[in-house]
């Protein structure tokens, strides 16, 4: 497990790196934020999808159990 010091200083060096390896290929600064808009979207996506299963075994109604003795 990495240390959380160290996860976000590897995740600002990454950044940095990626975003000037893309102006150095030409991107433009609209066409960054564009792909970083698309990323964010994915995780997003991601993110629901893992919580999905979890939020719809909450929202089920027990079938038995102390309510079916009501």
Same mark, same amino acid.
């Given at each position: 497990?990495?240390?959380?010091?160290? #996860? +976000?200083? @590897?995740?600002? %060096?990454?950044?940095?790196?990626?975003?000037?390896?893309?102006? @150095?290929? @030409?991107?433009?600064?609209?066409? %960054?934020?564009?792909?970083?808009?698309?990323? %964010? #979207?994915? +995780?997003?996506? #991601?993110?629901?999808?893992?919580? !999905?299963?979890?939020?719809?075994?909450? #929202? !089920?109604?027990?079938?038995?159990?102390?309510?079916?003795?009501?």
């Amino acid at each position: 497990m990495v240390p959380a010091k160290l #996860d +976000v200083r @590897g995740t600002q %060096i990454l950044a940095k790196s990626l975003f000037k390896e893309l102006r @150095g290929s @030409g991107y433009t600064p609209n066409q %960054i934020l564009g792909l970083s808009t698309e990323l %964010i #979207d994915l +995780v997003t996506k #991601d993110l629901k999808a893992v919580q !999905e299963p979890h939020l719809a075994a909450v #929202d !089920e109604p027990p079938s038995e159990g102390w309510r079916a003795a009501l």
